[in-house]
């Protein structure tokens, strides 16, 4: 029997405006009514969470964040689980980006930090749909580089790019620095710790909730998403989601400026193929 279901937000529980679809938040309601758990595997921070504030209260309590780099509990406002980047690590990497014209952004303790002057930059960098979310929630420290290399860690890195064969040539030059890397939004490279990602977070989550990973569904669109989907007991790409997430996937729902969050409970989670 499936009993949780982990989303993804950006492309997958959100539509494009970075809203909760709709129908998406009244199927997880639906669910939660009848037992189900719903987990949020997704890159973003904590702080990145307050504008869903009201309409996650009472139906999601706990999140993989940060690509699997922070475990949190909504309820009780508490990190269950955190795993840092070792600061010779983050040393290196801002040592060789250097000069590279890359916007870097820092997660640490659970919240997303930025060099204040990217904050009017953020469409050459293709992230301008995350502007008013920035402005209003995102630290700012024009020291950010020296800051994580030397006074506090970070559990990830995001190095966004101006274009797709940049962020290429930025994965091919932090190759041999021991972390995870994947691909996010348009030009983002994702920098993790090694040994961590969407799915090590959710495990760690099901073995304290006594929840085998044969009872899991997991939904997402992107690269970052797929340790998370290659694992769970049935994985959902979105319409929307990356051609490597579709080809990969068990299935393919609609998009996630459609049905596809209420077909996956419907049909799957709730098991009322009918609807469809």
Known sequence: MLRLLGLDMDGTFLNDEKK???SALDAVRRAVSEG???VLTTGR???????YERELAGIVRYCVLESGGIVYDREERRVLRRVEIPLEISREVFRRTEGLGICPMVMSHGYSVMRPEFFTRLPEYHISAYQDLYDRYAGRDPDLERTYSY?????????????VSAREQLKDLLSDLPLVMTFSEITSLELSPMGVDKWTGLSYLLEMLDISKEETIAAGD????LPILRNAGLSCAMGNASKEVQEMADVCVGSNNEDGIREIVDRFLLGNPEIF
């Open 20 to 22: 909760i679809q709709p």
């Open 36 to 38: 189900k758990m719903v």
């Open 45 to 51: 921070s904590i702080n990145e969470l307050l504008p």
């Open 151 to 163: 006074r506090d860690t970070a559990e990830k890195i995001n190095l966004f790019s101006r274009t």
């Open 222 to 225: 992107a690269p970052n998403d």
